[in-house]
C-alpha cells in the first residue's frame, strides 16, 4: 500500500468560521463534518480537520500548492479582507509575497 496524506486536526478558536475560511478562500464546496470537527475536504480525500482544544493554541504552519489563476484570487481575497500577511515565516516582510519553492506564497 502506498503511503499517503489523510487528514490533520488544525487547533482554533472557533472551528466552523476557521472551515469556512478556508472553503471560501479555496473556493470549495461544504464536507460533511462530525464530532468535534469543521471539516475541510481537499483533494485527494485529505481532510483539514478544524477543532477548538481547551488549551492555549500555538503558532501553526500549513503550506498549500495552488495554481497561479487561484492564487491570485486567494492574494485577493486576503488583501480585500484587510487581513495581513507576510512572504516569510519569520514576519519580517509583510505585505509581500515570494517566489521560494518554485512558486509564490504569503
Request: aromatic share 12%.
Amino acid at each position: 500500500m502506498a503511503v499517503t496524506f489523510n487528514h490533520t486536526i488544525i487547533a482554533t478558536k472557533d472551528r466552523s468560521a476557521s472551515a469556512a475560511f478556508y472553503r471560501e478562500l479555496f473556493e470549495l464546496p461544504a464536507a460533511p463534518s462530525w464530532g468535534p470537527f469543521a471539516n475541510v475536504l481537499l483533494d485527494e480525500g485529505v481532510l483539514l480537520q478544524f477543532a477548538e482544544p481547551p488549551v492555549d493554541i500555538q503558532m501553526q504552519h500549513y503550506a498549500f500548492l495552488v495554481d497561479d489563476e487561484l492564487f491570485a484570487r486567494c492574494l485577493a481575497r486576503i488583501e480585500e479582507r484587510g487581513i495581513t500577511y507576510w512572504a516569510d515565516p519569520q514576519m519580517k516582510r509583510p505585505g509581500e509575497t515570494n517566489t521560494e519553492h518554485g512558486g509564490r506564497g504569503f
